[in-house]
Structures are given as C-alpha cells and as structure tokens.
C-alpha cells in the first residue's frame, strides 16, 4: 500500500461523482478538497435508482448503512405495456441471492446527504468555478473563479468530476465532439406522500413502454413516488411545463400512470432534455487529472447507470491510489473503468433506441420479443451490470 499521509488531491464537482471520490479518497488517507461551481450544496433532480453494483461501491467506503437507512429497497423490476401486461420482471431477491445487493430507490438530495455527512461540509468550497487544470512535473494546479477572485490550488491529482458538460475534459480532449441529444426529452415528478399512499405505488421500478415514450415509477422511501416521463421530441423544444398537460398524453395509459401525473404539483416537475456522450472518450486521465461520472462517460439514463457507474469510479479509483504511485495508479483507473463504462454506455444506447422507437409495428415486435425472450437472455445484461465487485480498499486510516 502506498502512503498517502500528505497526498492532496483536489476534486472539482460535488455532484454524486465527486463526493463519492472525495469520500473514498479520505478514506484512503489522502486530503481533500471539493471545489463546486454552484453556489449552494445539493442536487438537482428528485430521485435515483442504485443497483447492486452501486450498492456494494457504497459498501466498500463505510456508506451502506446510511445509504440502505435513508433509500427504498425496491421488491424488483418490471416492464409493461400501455395496457398494463406485465412483459418482463425481475425480482430483488434474486438479484441479492446472485449479486450480493438488491436494487434500491431514493430521493437524489438523500444520497448527496449520506455522502456530504460522511465527508464534512467544510470540505467542499461552493461558488468556485474551475476554468483550467494542469499537470507540472508531478504536481498538477486547478484555477478556480471564487466569490473572491481567481484562486489557484495545487495538489497530486486533480478529479474532474465536473459532469456531462465537462469544462476540464473540453479543455484536455479538444478533438472530442462533447455531449450529443439521445433524442428525447425526460419529465421527471415527484409525488406527495398522502396521493401516493391514495394511488397505490407498488415497491416496484416499474416501467411502461410506449411508442417514442416512457413512463417509470417506484417510491423512494420517505411515502413520496418517484415517476418519469421520456417522449421523443427535437433537441431544445419548447414543452408546456404543466402536469395538467402532460398527463392528456398519458391518458389512456395503465393505472396509475396518469393518477401519478395529475398528482404532481407544477413545481415537483422537472423537464431536461437527454444528452449522453456519443464519442467515446480515449483516456480518462491527462497528466495528474481523473475523469470519472459523466465527465468521463455520460450514458443515456435507459439502463439507470450514470450515477452508479460515478459511484464504481470513485472506488476504483481510491483504490488504485492506494495501491501504487499517482501515474501507475492513474493508468490501471483508466485500464479498469474505460472497456466497462464504455461497453455498458454503447448497450444503454442501444436499449434506448430499441426502447424509443415511435414505430407501432417495431413497438408491438419489441414487446412480444422481451416477452419471450428465455430467462437466461434477460439476465445476461443484467449480470454484466450487477455482478461488478468493487476492488478492495485500504484499511480506513486513524484520523481520515
Ligand atoms: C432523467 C435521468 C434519470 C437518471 N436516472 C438515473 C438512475 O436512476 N440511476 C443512475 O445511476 N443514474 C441515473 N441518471 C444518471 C445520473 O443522474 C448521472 O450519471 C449522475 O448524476 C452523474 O454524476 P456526476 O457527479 O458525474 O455529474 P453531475 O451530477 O452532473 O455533477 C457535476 C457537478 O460538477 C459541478 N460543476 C460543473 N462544472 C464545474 C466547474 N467548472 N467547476 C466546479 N464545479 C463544476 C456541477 O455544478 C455539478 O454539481 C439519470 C440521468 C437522467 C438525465
């Protein structure tokens, strides 16, 4: 193991991908400091689902227990047809008997809670917006813009972990295209414990497939449902941001499909348009900078992987850091998380486009396929999300 009492390393974003990595590096030993462009801590969105895979991640650095008190562990997955016929399901006691974890549901700001307690406030400097980030020999600088001015900080390693539209890797891979649209816009709504209660929402990732759209629900643990809405539509399309409206489109969908709508108020509504990263990037290191989340690998969210895929990252690379020297470390991260995250992004596109397809005919042949498609098949996917184990890390040191 290598030591790391003065190792410093600077992590810019504190979205779940770089408090999850500043959480696992203190853990480690090294000191942290997380830079955050927003000027006030928390996350935007109303919920995440996090799978096995992400759930032992967050075993590995001391969270599982607060993270399995705070979320909703769901009974398991499914898929349906507008009409309301189940065409696959999973269930979460199978995926804890194989993968070791089950499959939760919680509120984003719940997570990001966990991960801040574990870390300490003061260890995150909001309203500090990185405009650059440099390796010199062997010690790398990130500039910020702070409340006060510019402010450079040095350290060992710099995280970029500044999200889907990454200033640092825009600035350290000029030739990659950026992020590109999916081709759909998400509405995502968050409904009052006493309506959920009243609707009835089974503890269940349940999903609806339709043509060019989609609707998912679960609870989250607190009484609150979670749902989201995909529909295709153009890239930057104006939307009437209104449950009343949007619910017109689901009406004729299953129960409780449109109940969960028409039960969000306006302002539990949240509507973003899908980018994910189309290019694969070639590294996810420059010099002494880590690219992990969806600063490395944004995927469309069709198979719920972008945070937990974060979460992984953040592990493997604390571990990697434990394990050997800042370069070599920073080159066996990259050996580790790119084949995976890039495989699993190319799959999550495909599914989709498969999921998306406004054509009737496509649609119906697609729910009659996943239906009969043998057991062993399905599970194939999920075993290659699921089945990843986090490498082991350090001991936790004394005072870290
Ligand atoms: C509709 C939808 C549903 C999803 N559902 C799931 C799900 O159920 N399960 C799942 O695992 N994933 C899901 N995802 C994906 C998941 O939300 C993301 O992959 C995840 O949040 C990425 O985390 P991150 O920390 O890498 O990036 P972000 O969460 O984007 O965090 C980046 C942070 O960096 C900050 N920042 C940006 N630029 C700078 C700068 N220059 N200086 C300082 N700070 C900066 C930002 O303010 C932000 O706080 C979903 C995504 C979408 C769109």
Request: glycine share 16%.
């Given at each position: 193991m290598v030591s790391s009492n003065s190792r410093r390393a600077v992590v810019v974003g504190a979205g779940i991908g770089g408090l999850t990595a500043a959480v696992a590096l203190r853990r480690t030993g090294w000191h942290v400091e997380v830079v955050e462009r927003a000027a006030a801590l928390g996350e935007v969105g109303a919920a995440v689902s996090i799978a096995p895979n992400a759930v032992k991640a967050l075993r590995a650095i001391g969270l599982g227990p607060a993270f399995t008190a705070a979320a909703c562990a769901l009974d398991g997955l499914e898929s349906r047809t507008r009409?309301?016929?189940?065409i696959t399901g999973v269930d979460a006691a199978l995926l804890r008997d194989r993968y070791g974890a089950g499959l939760y549901n919680t509120h984003r700001a719940a997570l990001h809670a966990s991960l801040l307690d574990a870390l300490g406030e003061d260890a995150v400097r909001t309203g500090c917006a990185a405009t650059g980030a440099e390796t010199i020999g062997d010690r790398a600088a990130v500039a910020l813009d702070g409340p006060d001015g510019p402010v450079r900080l040095e350290a060992d390693l710099v995280v970029?972990?500044?999200?889907?539209?990454s200033r640092l890797r825009a600035d350290h891979f000029p030739a990659h295209p950026g992020p590109a649209y999916a081709g759909y816009t998400v509405w995502r709504g968050l409904v009052p414990a006493d309506a959920a209660a009243r609707i009835g929402v089974p503890s269940l990732m349940s999903e609806t497939w339709g043509r060019g759209s989609r609707f998912g629900h679960a609870p989250i643990g607190d009484g609150r449902a979670y749902w989201y809405a995909f529909e295709t539509a153009p890239a930057g399309a104006e939307h009437e941001h209104r449950a009343a409206a949007l619910v017109a489109r689901f009406?004729?969908?299953?129960?409780p499909v449109p109940s969960l709508i028409a039960a969000t108020p306006d302002e539990a509504l949240l509507r973003g348009d899908v980018y994910y990263m189309d290019e694969p990037l070639?590294?996810?290191?420059a010099g002494r900078i880590a690219f992990l989340g969806d600063a490395a690998h944004a995927v469309t969210p069709d198979i719920g992987q972008g945070a937990c895929l974060a979460i992984e990252d953040a592990v493997v690379l604390a571990a990697a850091l434990a394990a050997a020297p800042v370069p070599d470390a920073l080159r066996a991260y990259d050996a580790a998380r790119r084949p995976r995250t890039q495989e699993l992004a190319r799959q999550s596109g495909r599914i989709g486009r498969m999921l998306m397809n406004p054509n009737r005919i496509a649609a119906g042949l697609r729910d009659a396929s996943a239906a009969v498609l043998p057991a062993s098949v399905a599970m194939k996917t999920i075993a290659d999300i699921y089945e990843w184990t986090p490498p082991p890390l350090a001991p936790v040191e004394a005072g870290v």
């Open positions: 009409g309301g016929r189940r970029a972990a500044d999200g889907v539209r009406a004729d969908w299953h129960h070639p590294s996810f290191t």
